[in-house]
């Protein structure tokens, strides 16, 4: 974990440069000194971070102060707790199972001191546990994937954390798959395609465009994620929901596919500015109806945004409200 972890803090480090740069090289043409904070957010194959980059262009596009919003590539949900705790950002986007183990420090989490100062500004959209099967090797349910090989995702993203959770809490362990792999997730779709794994689990808001380019490119299938043990970690767990995917997203006149969700959640500090806060929300709210139109996986934030029960992190207090 370590290794990604560091990387995950270059390829962060380095972005937040460019974009300092351009944005700083614009604002000394003005004679202004400029203000920045950053979203961090994943993979820039994901979703996480397009939505971090419209929600930055709603802010920057409705403030008249000398303040700037920058999406941040980042490694995932796991990185982009760790980088909230070291403040070398001030929001991101996580899973709402890794929100809440880094809350109450267990899970992938377990042993460090509990971030008590994490506060949820916002959820933003449901994020289906996806089982992509490569074509021929005949996976339609998760029992399926015993003795596959399976990629799982980086050790720094949300969608690991919350497989290996998944495990642990189904009572089987990576001896389940026949191999695990931890790419990242253009790496793991052209793997997929290739041939070279069975399968990848993701974790992931539908539509997406990462798994739209897998159905496209090699003809994948969305397997099932159901079954009596998965049914009984829904009844005993507060991290999950049961959900479908809406295959017609992606043209397949099909009925959906069974299987369990989290909730992506936009994510501050307590001492993170009750100002910037307020004005962040204010802007996304105002920009609701662009955003989805933007980002199709928002499309219904509107009602979203008002689903804070079962995230098991207190609001922000500028946050607090009706849509």
């Given at each position: 974990m370590e290794t990604i972890t560091r990387d995950g803090k270059?390829?962060?480090?380095?972005?937040?440069?460019?974009?300092?740069?351009?944005?700083?090289?614009?604002?000394?043409?003005?004679g202004e000194d400029l203000e920045f904070f950053s979203?961090?957010?994943?993979?820039?194959?994901?979703?996480?971070?397009?939505?971090?980059?419209?929600?930055?262009?709603?802010?920057?596009?409705?403030?008249?102060?000398?303040?700037?919003?920058?999406?941040?590539?980042?490694?995932?949900?796991?990185y982009n707790i760790t980088a909230l705790r070291d403040r070398e950002i001030e929001f991101a986007i996580v899973q709402s199972d890794t929100l809440r183990a880094a809350y109450n420090a267990t899970e992938v989490f377990e042993g460090s001191l509990s971030m008590s100062e994490l506060r949820v500004v916002m959820p933003l959209f449901p994020e289906t546990v996806t089982i992509l099967a490569g074509p021929g090797t005949e996976i339609k349910t998760a029992l399926d994937l015993a003795g596959k090989v399976v990629d799982i995702g980086r050790p720094a993203s949300g969608r690991n954390a919350t497989i290996r959770s998944l495990l642990q809490k189904l009572e089987v362990g990576d001896d389940f798959f026949g191999s695990v792999r931890e790419l990242e997730p253009s790496t793991s779709v052209s793997q997929l395609c290739e041939g070279s794994i069975d399968a990848?689990?993701?974790?992931?808001?539908?539509?997406?465009?990462?798994?739209?380019?897998?159905?496209?490119?090699?003809?994948?299938?969305?397997a099932e994620f159901?079954?009596?043990?998965?049914?009984?970690?829904?009844?005993?767990?507060?991290?999950?929901?049961?959900?479908?995917?809406?295959l017609r997203l992606y043209n397949i006149q099909t009925d959906p596919v069974t299987s369990i969700s989290v909730m992506s959640t936009l994510v501050t500090t307590g001492d993170v500015g009750n100002t910037i806060v307020r004005d962040l929300v204010d802007a996304i709210k105002a920009?609701?109806?662009?955003?989805?139109?933007?980002?199709?996986?928002?499309?219904?934030?509107?009602?979203?945004?008002?689903?804070?029960?079962?995230?098991?992190?207190?609001?922000?207090?500028?946050?607090?409200g009706s849509p």
């Open positions: 270059m390829k962060t480090l380095f972005c937040g440069a460019i974009t300092a740069f351009f944005l700083a090289f614009q604002s000394s043409a003005l979203i961090g957010s994943g993979d820039v194959s994901g979703n996480y971070y397009p939505v971090a980059r419209s929600i930055c262009e709603a802010f920057n596009h409705s403030d008249d102060t000398r303040r700037r919003c920058s999406p941040e590539p980042t490694a995932g949900s796991v990848a689990i993701f974790v992931v808001g539908h539509p997406s465009k990462l798994v739209q380019n897998a159905l496209s490119e090699c003809r994948v299938m969305i159901t079954g009596p043990r998965i049914d009984a970690v829904l009844a005993n767990s507060k991290d999950y929901q049961r959900a479908s995917i809406n920009s609701i109806t662009e955003l989805g139109r933007q980002q199709p996986v928002l499309r219904l934030m509107a009602q979203t945004i008002a689903e804070t029960d079962g995230l098991g992190v207190p609001m922000h207090p500028m946050a607090q």
